[in-house]
């Protein structure tokens, strides 16, 4: 089933504003990871937050977590036209066979207009 | 930082032909690593979980036949696209994930085209 659920997705936005992009998950979670793609390659690690934590901070970046309500959202603040790109959640899945394998979601694409 | 090389970064084939496409772990081991189909503008669907030494993990759906999987050393894993068709035009991804490591390392892809 698809884990991670994204809106919106797809966000245009001027060089300076902040960005905002929310994800829903269906089950119980380690963890919680924000990645970055850039049209045609690979992903980036962006910040992982832990099913016991309810706010991360890196840098620009701020993750929250809500699990009684199974979302997360990514905050880009002033932001900038390298951070275009397409951003997506992936869920680390409690304990069983899914232990150690990412879920993503459907991704937002970031445009971000100088 | 960890890195993942992943070679070729795009190919184009013939029908029926067979394409090998190799996903390395750069500067650490990695015991898993993890195969991604990408279609355009879309998400990823794991295809398959690579384990250094035995048989691969594959996930529903995903033929193991014709998508052969070997992970025969600790840095190397690489992904067989056997009797290519053009439905298996994609965007194949690796991962592998660090040991004690909670995040993936990813390579920078792969552009199949089957003709």
């Known amino acids: 089933s698809q884990q991670g659920e994204e809106d919106p997705q797809a966000l245009s936005i001027q060089e300076g504003e902040n960005a905002t992009m929310n994800c829903s998950y269906k089950t119980s979670i380690n963890n919680l990871q924000w990645y970055r793609q850039n049209s045609g390659r690979g992903l980036v690690h962006l910040i992982l937050i832990r099913s016991n934590e309810r706010e991360k901070h890196s840098g620009r970046l701020r993750v929250t977590l809500d699990t009684s309500k199974k979302s997360s959202s990514l905050l880009i603040t002033a932001s900038r036209a390298a951070d275009t790109a397409s951003y997506f959640c992936?869920?680390?899945?409690?304990?069983?066979?899914?232990?150690?394998?990412?879920?993503f979601g459907q991704g937002t694409i970031l445009t971000v207009h100088p | 930082g960890a890195v993942v090389s992943q070679h070729p970064s795009r190919v184009i084939c013939k029908s029926g032909t067979s394409v090998k496409i190799e996903c390395r772990s750069l500067?650490?081991?990695?015991?898993?690593m993890f195969w991604y189909r990408q279609f355009p503008k879309q998400s990823l669907m794991l295809m398959a979980t690579s384990n250094e030494g035995s048989k691969a993990t594959y996930e529903q759906g995903v033929e193991k036949d014709k998508f052969l999987i070997n992970h025969a050393s600790l840095t190397l894993s690489t992904l067989t696209v056997t009797s290519a068709h053009p439905e298996d035009s994609s965007f194949y991804i690796c991962?592998?994930?660090?040991?004690?490591?909670?995040?993936?390392?990813f390579g920078n892809g792969t552009r199949l085209t089957v003709t």
């Open positions: 991962s592998a994930r660090d040991r004690g490591g909670l995040s993936l390392h």
């Open positions: 992936a869920t680390d899945a409690f304990g069983g066979t899914s232990y150690g394998k990412l879920t």
């Open positions: 500067d650490f081991q990695a015991t898993t």
